[in-house]
Nanobody, 126 residues
Framework: QVQLVESGGGLVQAGGSLRLSCAVSGRTFNTYAVAWFRQAPGKEREFVTAITWRAGTIVYADAVKGRFTLSRDNAKNTVYLQMNNLKPEDTAVYYC???????????????????WGQGTQVTVSS
């Protein structure tokens, strides 16, 4: 079992910044990757970014490249998502997810992740 707890969401004006945190606990030794997804009202949950737990390889969705930065604090088992130059279209519930399967590469599909956090709301006003 792996537990994920997100924090750091909120309301921000367009052009502003927020930092989300995802605290990972439990049986993390077999975690392949930790990802962030987001889901806007009426839309499908979409991949944002992910990092492999051991190697630290990072992948970003095109929509956030150059604006979002993913990082990891191994000592705290926490993944951080720094979001800069936020746009109204970034408004969504952001979810942290863990892939604990026998994966060999990062998946951008929600089906590739078997543990999920409860989500944190990010609202960007124009």
């Amino acid at each position: 079992q792996v537990q994920l707890v997100e924090s750091g969401g909120g309301l921000v004006q367009a052009g502003g910044s927020l930092r989300l945190s995802c605290a990972v606990s439990g049986r993390t030794f077999n975690t392949y990757a930790v990802a962030w997804f987001r889901q806007a009202p009426g839309k499908e949950r979409e991949f944002v970014t992910a990092i492999t737990w051991r190697a630290g390889t990072i992948v970003y969705a095109d929509a956030v490249k150059g604006r979002f930065t993913l990082s990891r604090d191994n000592a705290k088992n926490t993944v951080y998502l720094q979001m800069n130059n936020l746009k109204p279209e970034d408004t969504a519930v952001y979810y942290c997810a863990a892939d604990t399967g026998y994966s060999v590469r990062i998946s951008s599909s929600r089906r590739g992740y078997d543990y999920w956090g409860q989500g944190t709301q990010v609202t960007v006003s124009s």
